[in-house]
């Protein structure tokens, strides 16, 4: 997926609450720390951690905010980890 595919980007985002992945992915993504932006990306590694509450639902809604940032033609390949230690 990364071989050969240009720039690399990496952000992390930390969020709490009802919105919170929303608000966790979209500070991932627009760090005024970037230099870069996932613009026009076509490959994309997501990976979402949370705590024992984190649904399948919230997964599938970051994944809908990087790629309405990214390119129409992504491809993303996303995973979920389970960590104890996230609360809310």
């Known amino acids: 997926v990364m071989q050969d595919q240009g720039t690399a980007l990496m952000g992390i985002g ?4 009802e919105n919170r992945t929303a608000e966790a ?4 993504i627009s760090s005024p720390l970037l230099e870069v932006s ?18 399948l639902f919230e997964a599938q809604d970051a994944a809908e905010i990087v790629g309405a940032a ?5 491809n993303i390949i996303f995973g979920t980890t389970i960590n104890d230690r996230l609360d809310d």
Do not use: M, P, R, Y
């Open 70 to 74: 990214s390119s129409s033609e992504v």
């Open 38 to 55: 996932i613009d026009g990306a076509e490959q994309i590694l997501l990976n979402i951690s949370g705590g024992e509450d984190l649904t």
């Open 14 to 17: 930390t969020a709490s609450g």
């Open 25 to 28: 992915t979209k500070k991932a």
